[in-house]
């Protein structure tokens, strides 16, 4: 019944079987389900890149509509009586799919008409839709355009019909794709714009689609897939992006037209926020090192250990100053991050240590990823709580390793 019409919604249909059938995902997990065949239906199944229908049989819920061959295979979730049964698609759903559906014709159709770029698939997701486009990168002009030309045949509110023929007498009246298929075909005349062998269910004329929006394209294998949107979805996605707009407006203080200048300017901050901080923090490091080294305990052989469980330091400066510390003469420095668990090992090569293997020792008992040399390296422990614990362990590493 779709095939001749597709906005009927209600229709009265006799149950020529009820079955018992595969479970399925339900809204509270795993259910029973039924399959249900009837002598005609309203109900879409899914086909040609198009979902299928959701609906009621009587009291029962169509929660899959398979296309099964000569059969249409309703899945339902009780079991339905033998005899007549009222069935009732669910019409926003399906009224959906017919927006997408048909404006997938309608801007496919421009692709090709404009910029010679065919269409090899299509898919009709539940966000957005997507046509592969087959040869060069589409450019943002030509993605522009092929939505501006598609709209305008919508604006136009062109009459939309269902052509009968076979193969040849389709592709004397210049039909769009090639198909293998012999026997009578089903094709649809979007007036001036497209005619295209398709089974799938579409509005009566353009107007209906609404409006089209090009949301995005990306190489995928050897085609360009192009995201859109119809209808309905067009009218949430494009209110959707202003209200994120509107929160950015507001954080950021700006008008509308100013936000991209407004995030320019605030990457350039941040980029040179960064760049004294850590100018700042090499300054810090150089004082600050020579003061720790010239602080520390000699031990034995005359090496020096500046060891530092550090709390609220800039994670930055863990390197700057473990460096400057260690350019001093037999000094070696550990320094780790009690927060974060970050850690920085380095050493003067007078002071004769193995730090790798002090640190791989160390990660033996306190997991963490890292490595280095003999005379830096550095770590992240799993557990940021090991921090003290796993200092101590390598404080005792450092005082048992035999200078060389
Ligand atoms: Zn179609």
């Known amino acids: 019944m779709y095939y001749d019409d597709a906005y009927l919604q209600n229709f009265d249909a006799r ?18 389900a039924w399959e ?70 309608l801007l496919s159709a421009m692709f090709q008409e404009r910029f010679g770029m065919p269409t090899v698939s299509f898919h ?23 939505q501006r030309a598609a709209n305008k045949a919508i604006f136009e509110d062109r009459p939309i019909s269902v052509r009968y023929g076979t193969r040849e007498q389709l592709a004397g009246l210049g039909v769009r794709k090639e198909v ?19 089974g799938g269910t579409h509005v009566k004329s353009t107007g209906q689609i609404g409006m089209i929006l090009v949301r995005g394209c990306s ?3 050897q085609d360009w897939r192009v995201e859109f949107v119809c209808g309905k979805r067009a009218e949430q996605v494009a209110t959707e992006d202003f209200e994120r707009e509107r929160v950015l407006m507001k954080s950021l203080g700006c008008a509308l037209e100013e ?23 090499q300054q810090l490091a150089t004082v600050w090192g020579s003061q720790l080294a010239l602080n520390a305990p000699v031990g034995e052989n005359g090496v020096r250990v500046v ?5 609220g330091t800039h994670p930055e400066l863990l390197q700057p100053l473990a460096t400057e510390i260690a350019k001093n003469e037999r000094t070696v420095a550990l320094l780790i991050l009690e927060e974060s668990g970050q850690l920085v090992f380095a050493q003067n090569p007078t002071a004769g240590k193995d730090l790798g293997g002090v640190l791989k020792s160390m990660l033996a ?39 060389e």
Not at 189 to 198: K, N, S, T, Y
């Open 124 to 146: 009709l997701g539940e966000e957005i839709c997507t046509i592969d486009l087959h040869g060069r990168e589409p450019s943002r002009d030509e993605l522009i355009g092929a």
């Open 180 to 198: 293998e298929r012999e026997g009578l075909l089903r094709a649809i005349e979007i007036e001036g714009a497209d005619l295209q062998p398709c």
């Open 36 to 105: 249900v065949l009837l002598d005609q239906t309203a109900f879409y199944p899914s086909s040609g890149g198009q979902p299928n229908d959701l609906g009621l049989l009587g009291e029962a819920a169509v929660v899959d509509v398979r296309d099964e061959g000569d059969e249409v295979a309703h899945i339902v979730d009780r079991e339905v009586a033998k005899g007549g049964v009222k069935g009732c698609v669910n019409w926003p759903r399906r009224f959906d799919h017919m927006q997408q559906h048909t404006g997938q014709h």
């Open 307 to 311: 060891s530092m469980v550090m709390q």
């Open 15 to 32: 149950v020529l079987s009820c079955s018992p059938a595969e479970p399925v995902q339900g809204a509270s997990g795993i259910q029973p």
């Open 259 to 281: 936000l991209p200048a407004a995030v320019e300017r605030l990457a350039a901050e941040r980029d040179g926020n960064f760049k004294s901080l850590r100018a700042a923090l």
């Open 219 to 221: 190489k995928v294998r």
């Open 365 to 403: 008992a306190h997991p963490g990823k890292g490595g280095g040399s003999k005379d830096f390296v550095r770590a992240k422990l799993a557990e940021a709580g090991a921090s003290a614990a796993a200092m101590e362990m390598a404080k005792r590493l450092i005082a048992q390793v035999k200078g």
